[in-house]
């Protein structure tokens, strides 16, 4: 079984500041992919980057960057240069073998002007 | 442009009703799932299929059914709604060659 964990509820930060989102997971598969999907009040879920288990690499698209530590089983989310458009719940989200898409319990990013 | 399509995308019905939540897809992929989540809340796989007449209980118990008859659509059932089944309803597909999911707009359905 697989378990997602975001342990910030909400967050505030600064418009043009970074900020960091913290996620943890557990599994027992050898190989699975880690998401991290932005949702405004829309309600629709956008795609921001994804992690390979075996991405030697962070991943990094745009403003988004994915701090990947595989020993320590996290995959933060950083957003840099926030902006008033970033205010959102963001989910980090894990992909197993089975190909099943778990989520957490998300965070909601507020960006003050 | 949205290559995942969800109909309607706000339902508003009367308890003991029949209904059905339409998704369609034009990408071809192999995978499907049905999600459900309130209000702020984490989403809950509660459908999934791998293709053609597969169908899976996701990790939520729900009381809602699905059918894979076509590639492309993958409906949900609910036979008789009740104020319990209140929630937003996404669905999502993916594909063996392509580790990305592709999300629909949803369906927010009230039961009164």
């Known amino acids: 079984a697989q378990k997602i964990t975001q342990t910030q509820p909400g967050m505030f930060v600064q418009e043009k500041e970074a900020v960091t989102l913290d996620c943890t997971y557990d599994t027992s598969d050898p190989s699975y992919g880690l998401f991290w999907y932005k949702q405004p009040s829309s309600g629709e879920m956008i795609f921001l980057i994804y992690q390979g288990s075996y991405d030697q690499q962070n991943a990094t698209e745009g403003r988004y960057s994915l701090n990947f530590q595989k020993a320590r089983k996290s995959a933060n989310l950083v957003i840099s240069a926030s902006q008033l458009g970033d205010s959102a719940m963001y989910f980090c989200a894990m992909r197993g073998d089975d190909y099943k898409l778990s989520f957490g319990a998300g965070t909601t990013v507020t960006v003050r002007a | 442009e949205a290559d995942i399509y969800q109909t309607p995308r706000y339902l508003v019905i009367g308890t003991g009703k029949k209904i059905t939540l339409e998704c369609s897809q034009t990408?071809?992929?192999?995978?499907m799932y049905w999600y459900q989540q309130d209000p702020g809340m984490e989403l809950h796989l509660i459908h999934y299929?791998?293709?053609?007449?597969?169908?899976e209980k996701g990790d939520l118990s729900s009381e809602s059914t699905v059918s894979r008859i076509r590639t492309e659509h993958f409906p949900l059932t609910l036979e008789s709604a009740r104020p319990s089944h209140t929630s937003q309803y996404l669905c999502?597909?993916?594909?063996?060659?392509?580790?990305?999911?592709?999300f629909g707009s949803g369906t927010r359905l009230t039961v009164v």
């Open positions: 999502a597909s993916s594909t063996l060659a392509n580790y990305g999911y592709t």
């Open positions: 299929s791998y293709g053609v007449n597969s169908t």
């Open positions: 990408m071809g992929h192999d995978k």
